[in-house]
């Protein structure tokens, strides 16, 4: 048994070296004074050309704007579709959902795409070009489908007496809606929106097809730096969204503790 | 709450932004530069057969490696105290978090000539150029998604009850039969949901083989992305036909892994 433990730490430690060590090194070169792999010392001066860089921060900002305009959005949407969706029966929701979960089976690439192909022709003929707007449409589309795939099983748990109970004393439709259906099924919403957020954030295939020529989020500023490889600013931008990450990460972490605690007391 | 009515924005919505982009890229498939229907789009997309059937050999052998590494790793986690696997299930999805181009990138300036490695390895006498081959994007594949692999094969082990276990020791099973009897089967639908996290987005990558790999290593991805600017109606082609091989693979794992979870 012994053996066994030791052989088993050894290949999670290795593991954990295959997954970390990449990231480290990267954030390791954020700090050297040169441009290249050959250490030259330590500075800062990535991190200052970072926030004077006014393209990144630009970019940075319009993912910002777009995940929150788009996961809002979808958040609604597709709760409001979950709702609607759950009264369907048989082949008809059948059909839906499985309509619906296209954009999460497909290929991004060819979500990526067919978008493309649409905005092009309707740009045609209806004058436009492809940017911003285009961008929060086709994130938008492919948020919503998560939102309906974490609202729906609420839906499904939930005692449909408890909204009959509420109309039984006096509320109507819109009041035994926002009173009792909504807090019932908030904990999907709530990862509903957390999910279109991150995917957001995160998106690089599909808003590089429908970005047009001058859109920029952040993931397609990393696509332009990191595939012409010109400065290491890339790698203090890397470490920065690591440690946001970790932060994030160890803050929902502790919450969860938190919360298990309190559980366990009542 | 018995209404059907809210659900008709999103349909409308899916209808547009979904169903007429996908009946594009069908009707673009079939047709030629000038608009009459025509099968040459495909006859153009076989040109690039061998591309197609690389990438999807590329994706077999990541996702195979993948469950490889990820399948004691998950076992381990799931042995392990409820604290300790949450700490684990952390340490997994944080890397999960960064673009995955800042995380192929790192793989560059790993080995890159003169990288670190190139130069611990030319250290020891040496030499090897260590990008710009099939084997390097496999290994930027791994990097990618072990932990689309991990993850759902540890949620299905970590809810195997202790009790079962017990009861195969009790009967006289050794830890090898509890393994193969008990463990295994048990384990095959996260397997399974894992295979289809890996192999789609791996299949149908691209920016990986441009980054890592050499000029033969262009995977069906960046084929997709580079004619799609010129030739719309070949790329549609190669969509179309990337798309239905996905589909029907899908297919297949979802009887196979329904067929593996009833017996």
């Known amino acids: 048994m012994k053996k066994k433990n030791i052989a088993s730490k050894i290949y999670v430690a290795l593991l954990m070296l295959f997954l970390y060590m990449p990231i480290a090194v990267l954030i390791f070169f954020s700090f050297n004074d040169g441009k290249t792999t050959v250490w030259k010392g330590f500075t800062l001066k990535w991190y200052v050309e970072l ?19 788009a996961s809002v959005f979808a958040t609604v949407l597709g709760t409001m579709a979950a709702i609607g969706i ?12 499985n309509a619906s979960n296209i954009p999460i089976i497909n290929p991004e ?3 990526g795409v067919s978008l493309m192909l649409m905005f092009t022709l309707l740009g045609v003929a209806f004058n436009f070009e492809m940017g911003f707007w285009t961008v929060l449409l086709a994130h938008i589309s492919f948020c919503t489908p998560y939102v309906i795939l974490s609202v729906m099983p609420r839906i499904r748990r939930m005692d449909s007496h ?6 039984d004393l006096g509320c109507n439709q819109w009041q035994a809606f926002t009173k009792v259906v909504i807090h019932e099924i908030m904990p999907g919403i709530i990862s509903g929106f957390l999910l279109s957020f991150t995917y957001s954030l995160d998106d690089f295939v599909i808003t590089y097809f429908t970005r047009g020529s001058k859109f920029q989020t952040l993931p397609i500023q990393i696509y332009t730096m990191t595939h012409k490889r010109i400065s290491p600013k890339i790698n203090a931008l890397s470490a920065l969204l690591f440690v946001t990450i970790l932060v994030i990460m160890i803050a929902i972490n502790i919450k969860d503790r938190k919360s298990a605690k309190a559980k366990g007391l009542e | 709450m018995k209404s059907r009515k809210p659900s008709i924005p999103y349909l409308i919505w899916m209808v547009i932004f979904t169903l007429i982009p996908l009946v594009t890229i069908v009707i673009y498939a079939f047709t030629d530069k000038q ?12 040109f690039y057969s061998n591309v197609f059937f690389r990438s999807l050999w590329i994706a077999f052998l990541s996702c195979l490696i993948c469950i490889l590494l990820a399948y004691p790793m998950a076992y381990i986690m799931s042995r392990c105290k409820e604290r300790t696997q949450n700490l684990f299930v952390m340490l997994i999805t944080i890397p999960m978090w960064m673009n995955f181009l800042l995380r192929i990138y790192a793989w560059v300036i790993l080995l890159q000539n003169n990288g670190p490695i190139d130069m611990a390895l030319s250290l020891l006498g040496i030499n090897a150029n260590l990008m710009g081959n099939a084997g390097t994007v496999v290994l930027g594949m791994v990097y990618e998604f072990l932990p689309f692999m991990i993850l759902p094969i540890y949620t299905v082990m970590s809810k195997i009850d202790n009790n079962l276990i017990e009861a195969a020791q009790d009967l006289g099973s050794n830890s090898v039969q509890i393994f193969k009897k008990v463990i295994f089967p048990l384990s095959v639908p996260g397997i399974i949901s894992g295979i289809t996290m890996v192999f789609v987005p791996a299949a149908s990558t691209f920016l990986v083989a441009q980054y890592l790999g050499g000029t033969e290593d262009i995977m069906i991805g960046d084929i ?10 070949t790329g ?3 969509s179309l036909i990337l798309m239905v091989a996905i589909l029907i693979l899908l297919i297949i794992m979802n009887i196979f892994g329904d067929e593996e979870a009833i017996s």
Do not use: C, H
């Open chain 2, 224 to 233: 997709i992305d580079k004619i799609f600017w010129t030739d719309q109606n």
């Open chain 1, 51 to 69: 926030f004077n860089d006014n393209a990144i921060m630009q970019s940075l900002y319009n993912t910002l704007i777009i995940a929150v305009l």
């Open chain 1, 86 to 97: 759950s009264n369907f029966k048989g082949f008809k929701r059948t059909a839906i959902q």
């Open chain 2, 35 to 46: 608009g009459n229907f025509s099968f040459e789009p495909f006859k153009n997309a076989f």
């Open chain 2, 236 to 238: 549609s082609a190669i």
């Open chain 1, 109 to 111: 690439i060819v979500t």
């Open chain 1, 162 to 167: 408890i909204y009959e109970a509420a109309l």
